[in-house]
Structure formats: C-alpha cells, structure tokens
C-alpha cells in the first residue's frame, strides 16, 4: 500500500545546503546555442566559445557537451589532411584550474580533390565529465587545436550543453 504526500508550501529555510538528491539525478541544464565561427590555423589549442554555471551542490558531477560543424574550404589539396581536437577549460575565479582533452586529434577528414572547388563540412561532438569541487561560478571554456596547422578549418554553430548531476 503507498502513501501519496502532499505539500502546498513549506515554511522555513530550503536551500541546495539541506536538500539532498538521489545520485545520478539532473540537478540543473545550462545551455547555449553557439553562433562563434572561429578559424584555427595553428597547432595550439585557441577559445572557441565559453559557458557559465553555477553548481548548486558542491559535490556534483558536470557533464559538458559540444555539438558543432566543422568546415574547411578550397585550401585542402588532394590527399591533403585536417587533423584536430577539442578540450574543456575550467575558470574559477577568472583563474584556470583544470582542463579536459583527451587527444589532439580527434577528428580529421583527408581531401578528395585539389580543383579548388572543394568544400566539406561534418558534424563534431565533444562531451566529458567534471568534477569541480565547488559550488562557485564556473566559466568553461570550449577549446580547438588544429594538429596539421597547414590546412585550416572552421569550427561553427553548434550547442553547448552543461548537465549538472548530483552525487
């Protein structure tokens, strides 16, 4: 037999410091539709584009999630490679703490033609988890590398999705 409570208004002090989610539950979303279309030409990571949270729980989980075009145009001979990668960078306090990459070449594409007419694009996606240890304002930063600095490409339009989760 199961109980049902219902509750109109609770009087009193609630805040994230005395309520307590199950694990793994969906604390808040930030989200962000990017309109940043960077080049990168050098084989360095550079700012693509940034994203803001505040935790409400000390102990959370982020999950960061990037989902954007990757374009390059007529300078890609035959044969020719685009090699790249993304990170995450973590800001506290304008100070960075922490990055998250896991290789310099994620994606690469190799040319198909050298008439000058060549444009290709493709979907790329970047997602990991963060563990920050704080409950102050985080600016993560989204960041590009190009691995074959020869050949340039556009990292454009995308989503940019943080997922706060309680543990």
């Known amino acids: 037999m199961g109980s049902t409570l219902t509750v109109d208004n609770i009087v009193g002090a609630t805040t994230a410091a005395n309520v307590k989610l199950p694990a793994g539950h969906v604390v808040q979303v930030v989200e962000k539709v990017s309109t940043a279309s960077n080049a990168f030409t050098a ?7 940034s994203i803001t949270i505040t935790p409400k729980f ?3 989980k982020m999950y960061l999630s990037f989902v954007g075009r990757i374009k390059y145009g007529n300078d890609l001979g035959n044969g ?7 990170r995450w ?3 506290v306090g304008g100070s960075e703490v922490a990055t998250h990459s896991h290789s310099t070449e994620q994606f690469q594409s190799k040319g198909v033609s ?3 007419g060549l444009e290709y694009s493709f979907t790329g996606t970047y997602t990991v988890f963060d563990t920050p240890a704080t409950s102050s304002t985080i600016t993560y930063k989204l960041q590009v590398i190009n ?14 999705v943080i997922m706060e989760i309680a543990q």
């Open 147 to 160: 691995s074959q600095a020869q050949n340039n490409f556009n990292v454009s339009h995308g989503q940019i």
């Open 43 to 49: 084989n360095s990571y550079a700012d693509h584009d």
């Open 58 to 60: 000390s102990t959370s």
């Open 80 to 86: 020719d490679r685009v090699r790249g990668g993304f």
């Open 89 to 91: 960078s973590r800001f």
């Open 114 to 116: 050298n008439d000058g």
